[in-house]
């Protein structure tokens, strides 16, 4: 039986890894100013931190209606996965199960519980499941337990666009900027969460190299990605050096996907991701 896996923009996952992968992307929208965008799409992920870095206002995006979802589920052969960004982080997962209310085939809901590679991660174990031959109840029973060992862990290069979305204060960001603090964080049950600080972009990596053994390193047999923000590669062609102990191939092998829109608007460029299959 033909399974369709559907995901949203929310996962990084541009078109072209789309189609090697065999799997839908539905776009977020972005808006700078009045002009709308969909995320990957009509607005690369390149082209939108440019944009990002020249607005006087930081932009906003908006989640899948419920009929968009419906169209790509009619759209799309067999029984349905649907893998949504944590519902903790937007409204996609309420969309997509109401639309699935509303065809005539058998559509799962799988809330990732995570954003950007953490995502991706679960789409491509989605994607292993069904060239293994797994129905689409069989991939999201899986998933449902699966994504619970995936980890992501991510360095900030700036305080500022945390700042410009309010979630600190301007005293916070001053502080942090001058002082080079890089705050290094997490998804933990589907929630953003601080894991710890860092003077500087040295230290920041040693603190992620220290949280990927605390998360009992990484398994290799499962996908696994590191990304970037911005337009630049330099902050994490650094980590990939200073963390060559960690990963067992050659640096141009390493998987590397590109930050997009719906969070690169919160955490601006300069970032660094880690995200793996813990190896306990």
Request: hydrophobic share 40%; net charge negative.
């Amino acid at each position: 039986m033909n399974v369709s896996i559907l995901v949203d923009s929310g996962s990084d996952i541009l078109p072209e890894d789309a189609k090697r992968l065999g799997v839908k992307v539905i776009p977020l929208k972005t808006y700078f100013s009045e002009t709308e965008y969909l995320d990957g799409q009509t607005l690369g992920h390149q082209e939108f931190f440019q944009k990002l870095q020249e607005a006087k206002k930081l932009p906003t995006t908006s989640q899948i209606s419920p009929a968009e979802y419906e169209d790509a589920y009619k759209e799309g052969e067999g029984e349905v996965v649907v893998i949504t960004i944590s519902s903790k982080l937007s409204g996609c997962y309420q969309s997509a199960c109401i639309a699935a209310n509303e065809v005539q085939k058998k559509v799962y809901v799988v809330d990732s519980e995570n954003a950007c590679i953490g995502e991706r991660l679960v789409v491509e174990e989605a994607v292993r499941m069904r060239d293994k031959g797994m129905n689409a109840r069989e991939i999201a029973e899986y998933l449902n337990f699966a994504k619970k060992e995936v980890c992501l862990i991510a360095l900030l290069d700036t305080l500022e666009y945390l700042k410009k979305g309010g979630r600190i204060s301007p005293a916070v960001a001053f502080a942090g900027n001058v002082l080079s603090i890089k705050p290094v964080i997490t998804i933990k049950d589907g929630e953003i969460q601080v894991l710890g600080k860092a003077r500087g972009s040295k230290m920041g990596n040693n603190r992620l190299i220290e949280y990927v053994k605390t998360c009992g390193g990484i398994d290799f047999d499962r996908p696994f990605c590191l990304a970037y923000s911005g337009l630049s590669k330099d902050m994490l062609e650094q980590y990939i050096h200073d963390s060559r102990e960690l990963y067992p191939m050659e640096p141009g092998d390493l998987p590397v996907s590109s930050i997009g829109c719906a969070v690169g608007t919160h955490i601006g460029p300069g970032a660094i991701a880690a995200a793996f299959f813990s190896g306990k």
